[in-house]
């Protein structure tokens, strides 16, 4: 069961990446989890650390 779920996971995610905007990400992601609102929301949380740790990164570069 973990080895399925990490992949579901894996598999939305990289989807998910494709989109070019935080809103069309999580809006791809919401289709793609239904009515499974917690793997909405793991995912959902993973998007935005990604976005957070990129954000970090380019501040860093800038100084």
Do not use: G, P, V
């Amino acid at each position: 069961m973990e080895r399925y779920h990490w992949q579901k996971i894996e598999k939305i995610l990289d989807k998910a990446l494709t989109f070019d905007t935080l809103a069309e990400q999580e809006l791809y992601i919401r289709e793609a989890c239904k009515d499974n609102q917690s793997l909405f929301l793991e995912i959902r949380l993973l998007i935005r650390s990604i976005h957070d740790a990129e954000r970090i990164h380019y501040l860093e570069e800038e100084e």
